[in-house]
Structures are given as structure tokens and as C-alpha cells.
């Protein structure tokens, strides 16, 4: 690409990328949500907070914590403090039925998992925990005991009081006021970007979920490079996206930035009047949908006005060709990129570039990140197949993820 220069990445442990940006610019707003919004001092105040709730609650380093909550700024501020301390976050699916609850908690060996009663998409979420582990409502607000689960200690609610086998917020308040902040930065210190940054279990189509783990390292970088050889983010950008955190693509976006330093705003359950007002109201300039089903919801709406939406400068979505060339016309000032990529790459493999050529940008899986390798063989013999000629993708580099846990 002319003019390219190599980004090269800072690439720090995760805890530190946060806090890091809360120093740099405390009052600048990290996270948009429908109903929050939180500033870089803000969210690193509260993953700090849950830092030194999970010390009082006893998480040791490498234990596996689950977080399974409607999208919320919380969300991003649990899985910041379980890294502070050195624990894991498991990012676990709010769309998981009971039975598939049950093992990722089983198989994830989760110690503690944070859950909330506000209900994300009509679910209710100590109601499927209880359906996937019965025996929780014979406890009471102390150490679980479960023998189907032997290894989780707690169940928390965020937002509520407790109930049978469930702690309350008022019991991770006092965890959080007794934890030992200086006990926090040790921990936090000790991280490294080697280290398991989370797990989060994709949902096989021939199996139980899998929980695939990625690196500090991968998540970090994959957020830089996106950051400054894709989206070419600076300070002052505002990223959409309706993607579920839980899912690698919400959470890689925001990390991507995280370590731009801008702002990301977060459409909660997607629904086109609202997408619509935040991009508007928020000023976005870059929109990631994802999905052209999403998107097109936004191209129709009777509000739509493409003047409204003079800030907008690039729209990441993948979809059938012929759909993307249709939305591209209908939307000309900002240029559609396509991607390829899956939760065992950290995310993005490819990403298109703003300036390439229409058919590549909205007819190709763009071009691999730098540092990552992908060919095209016959999955039989391995050899590399011709130009237009289908086989088995693979890859390698930095991003590949580290396993799948047990």
C-alpha cells in the first residue's frame, strides 16, 4: 500500500492498555451504551473496583471467572478487574441454553461467575443458571458446594439482592470495600501478555461449545493493527457496533478502541430506531455491523438520511456480494470493507482496505493483518490451490489462539 509504515505495536498486558488510557486521557468517554456512558477513568475506577472484590472473594491467579450479563458497562469492567488479578474471564454466551450453561461451567472449571436480573433479550439469567445447576437454590448466600460444579465457589448478582445460592450487590460492595487495592497493582503487575487473556466458547454445530482461549498478546495487537492499518483510528473517532460483547468481534472492537483512544458506542440489543439516533446523535465515523442483514435494517429505515450521517467514513460488513455493491451505491461517502476472520484468530484474519478497488473491498475477505500468513491448499494434498479455485483456509502468526481449554 503506498504511504504504508509499519505500526509498530506497543502491545502491553490487557489490565495495563486500560489504565494506561485512563491516565492518558481520564475525562475522554470510552463506552457508549443506550442507557451509560462511562469515561477511561470511569471504567478503570470500576474494573479496579471488581479487582478488589474478587480478591475478597478469593480468585486466585489463573482461576476461570464467568461473565454472564446483558450488555453493559459492567461487563467491560469485570472482565478488566479479573485480569487485574490475574484471574481469566470466560465471556459466556447470553444466547447459551441451560444445558449449554452447564457446560461452560463444568468444563471451564468457572470458580465465580457475575450475572445480573436485568433481562437482556427476555432472558432471565439466575432463572437459566438455576435450571442448569438445581442444587443452587438449596444454598445459601455463602460457599457453594455443588457436586455437579465442584469448583464454583459464587454466584453474583450486580444489580439485585441476594437469593438462595446467589450473592447480592450488597455482598460484593463489602467484598470491593475490603479488598486491598495495593494487593490488586501486585497482581496486576505480575501479568503477562503471554498470559490467557480470556475464554470464550463458540458454539460447534457437530459439539458442545468449545472455549478457546486467546493470548493478552493477540487481543492487544489485533486491536492496534486494526486500530491503525484498517480503521486508521485517532483520538477523536467514534466507533458503532451491534455486535454482543460476549461475541469476539464486539469485544475485539472494543479493545480496537481501547488502544486508539476513542470512544465506542455500543447499540445493546440491536434495533434500527435506536442505531439509527446513535449514529446520528454520537457523531460515528466508523460503523461496524458486521452483518449486512443489520446494516440494511439501517439503509431502510424512513429516518435514514445519508446527510445525517456526514461524519460516517468507513462501514466494515460482510454479506453476498451483490447485497454490499447495492448498499455501497446507496451509501457512496463511506467505503464498505469486507473481512474474514473467526473467535480462533482473535478475531479479524482479513480486513479489506478503505482504498482498494470497489470489487475487492465488497467482493473479497480483504487482505490478511500484517504478521499473519493465510493460504488456500487442497485439504488433501496441502498443495496450494489456483487463483479463484475453493479449498481449506490456514493460517498462522501472532493471532492464532492458544488451544481450546480441557
Not at 495495563?16 to 442507557?35: G, N
Not at 439466575?126 to 438445581?134: D, Q, R, V
Not at 489485533?222 to 451491534?242: C, E, K, Y
Not at 465515523?285 to 467514513?313: C, G, K, N
Request: charged letters at 20%.
Amino acid at each position: 500500500v503506498d504511504g504504508w509504515q509499519r505500526p509498530w505495536p506497543s502491545v502491553v498486558p490487557l489490565a495495563d492498555l486500560l489504565d494506561r488510557q485512563a491516565q492518558l486521557t481520564p475525562d475522554r468517554t470510552a463506552l457508549v451504551l443506550p442507557d451509560e456512558r462511562v469515561s477511561y477513568a470511569e471504567l478503570s475506577e470500576r474494573a479496579q473496583y471488581y479487582g478488589r472484590a474478587l480478591l475478597s472473594l478469593g480468585a486466585r491467579p489463573g482461576d476461570t471467572v464467568g461473565i454472564l450479563l446483558p450488555t453493559m458497562a459492567d461487563f467491560v469492567a469485570i472482565m478488566f478487574g479479573a485480569l487485574k488479578v490475574g484471574a481469566i474471564p470466560v465471556l459466556m454466551n447470553a444466547r447459551f441454553k441451560a444445558r449449554e450453561l452447564r457446560h461452560v461451567v463444568v468444563n471451564g472449571d468457572l470458580t465465580m461467575v457475575f450475572t445480573a436480573t436485568s433481562v437482556a433479550d427476555a432472558v432471565d439469567f439466575p432463572a437459566l443458571l438455576t435450571e442448569a445447576f438445581p442444587a443452587i437454590a438449596d444454598h445459601s448466600e455463602g460457599h457453594l458446594g455443588l457436586d455437579e460444579a465442584p469448583r464454583l465457589r459464587h454466584v453474583a448478582l450486580i444489580d439485585d439482592e441476594a437469593r438462595p445460592g446467589f450473592l447480592g450487590s450488597d455482598t460484593v460492595d463489602r467484598a470491593a470495600a475490603s479488598g486491598d487495592d495495593a494487593e490488586v497493582d501486585l497482581r496486576q503487575s505480575r501479568a503477562s501478555v503471554r498470559d490467557i487473556g480470556l475464554i470464550m466458547y463458540t458454539s460447534g454445530t457437530t459439539a458442545s461449545p468449545k472455549g478457546a482461549m486467546l493470548s493478552q498478546e493477540a487481543l492487544v495487537r489485533q486491536g492496534i493493527l486494526v486500530a491503525r492499518t484498517r480503521f486508521m483510528l485517532g483520538s477523536d473517532d467514534v466507533m458503532w457496533t451491534p455486535l454482543p460483547l460476549f461475541h469476539i468481534g464486539g469485544m475485539s472492537y472494543v479493545l480496537t478502541a481501547m488502544c486508539a483512544g476513542c470512544t465506542i458506542v455500543h447499540a445493546g440489543f440491536f434495533d434500527a430506531d435506536r442505531a439509527l439516533r446513535q449514529l446520528v446523535d454520537e457523531g460515528c465515523t466508523v460503523a461496524t455491523p458486521a452483518f449486512e442483514t443489520m446494516w440494511l435494517q439501517v439503509l431502510d429505515h424512513p429516518d435514514f438520511d445519508p446527510e445525517a450521517l456526514s461524519a460516517l467514513r468507513l462501514i466494515l460488513a460482510v454479506g453476498v456480494p451483490e447485497r454490499l455493491r447495492s448498499m455501497q451505491d446507496r451509501f457512496p461517502q463511506a467505503p464498505i470493507v469486507t473481512t474474514f476472520g473467526g473467535t480462533e484468530a482473535t478475531s479479524h484474519l482479513c480486513i479489506a482496505l478503505a482504498d482498494d478497488p470497489p470489487e475487492t473491498r465488497l467482493s473479497t475477505g480483504g487482505h490478511p493483518l500484517p504478521g499473519i500468513e493465510v493460504r488456500i491448499v487442497d485439504p488433501e494434498t496441502g498443495v496450494d490451490r489456483p487463483i479463484g479455485e475453493p479449498g481449506e483456509i490456514r493460517y498462522r502468526g501472532w493471532n492464532r489462539f492458544l488451544g481450546y481449554y480441557n
